[in-house]
């Protein structure tokens, strides 16, 4: 049986995209979507342990820049990024 990790990501608004109403933008791990996340919540993802991407987007042409990162099953390392605006 394989195990899997959970990695927790948090979203926090700024400028315009500040307001708790603005769209929830979709996330992505290995280029597929896994869930979504609005302005100041944080989501967990079960991953599988080993390398991984990932990428929040909101619509087709915005997007962030793939962060790699790498799960085991007692931590995941990466960097703390910025992703998207």
Do not use: C, Q, Y
Not at 6 to 21: I, M, Y
């Amino acid at each position: 049986m394989t195990m899997s990790t959970t990695v927790k990501l948090s979203r926090r608004g700024w400028g315009s995209s500040h307001s708790r109403h603005a769209r929830p933008w979709k996330v992505e791990v290995d280029g597929k979507t896994v869930g979504t996340i609005s302005n100041e919540e944080t989501v967990e993802l079960r991953v599988e342990p080993g390398r991984h991407a990932l990428r929040v987007r909101s619509m087709r042409f915005l997007s962030s820049p793939e962060k790699p990162f790498e799960a085991t099953r007692d931590r995941w390392s990466g960097s703390h990024a910025t992703l998207g605006h």
